[in-house]
């Protein structure tokens, strides 16, 4: 039974990924991909609705080729030209990510810190803290990229 355990759940699903990473290993490094191009050539919908996108995106990320998305088109697989633009994107991602963890860490001490144990208030702190370097040191390096 430990055997199966690792299996892909959806073997339909792991198949279409497959198909896609051989699709896209084929491409150029900064070649621009149109969701209708991939559609057209894969059979796979890449409807909004759909899957196909998500599809796309695990398939890349299993390929280990990172890309950047081209708004309502495609995507744009990396190039020498684009590396800083994807980077910079997830520093963007990063401190977007800290900005919602510390707003939430804030209306939780506002509400429960007196009420608090401790060293849970300790905790709540230090995660504060923490929230303050992380976004500081997202801004600086991301400001050093766009320089």
Known sequence: MAKNMFKPSNPEREIQVAKLIAYFATF??????????IEHDT???MAIPGRGR?????????????YEAVRGTGV???APASAVTILNG???RIDGAVKVAARTQNHLAKRHLEQMSGED???MIIAAGFFGA?????????SRLLK
């Open 28 to 37: 150029a490094d900064g070649e621009e991909v149109s969701w209708i191009r």
């Open 43 to 45: 059979g796979y919908s």
């Open 54 to 66: 998500d599809l796309v995106r695990y398939a890349l990320r299993k390929l280990k080729r990172p």
């Open 76 to 78: 744009r697989l990396s």
């Open 90 to 92: 997830k520093f963007i």
């Open 121 to 123: 208030q300790r905790k």
């Open 134 to 142: 992380v976004r500081t040191i997202s801004k600086e390096a991301s």
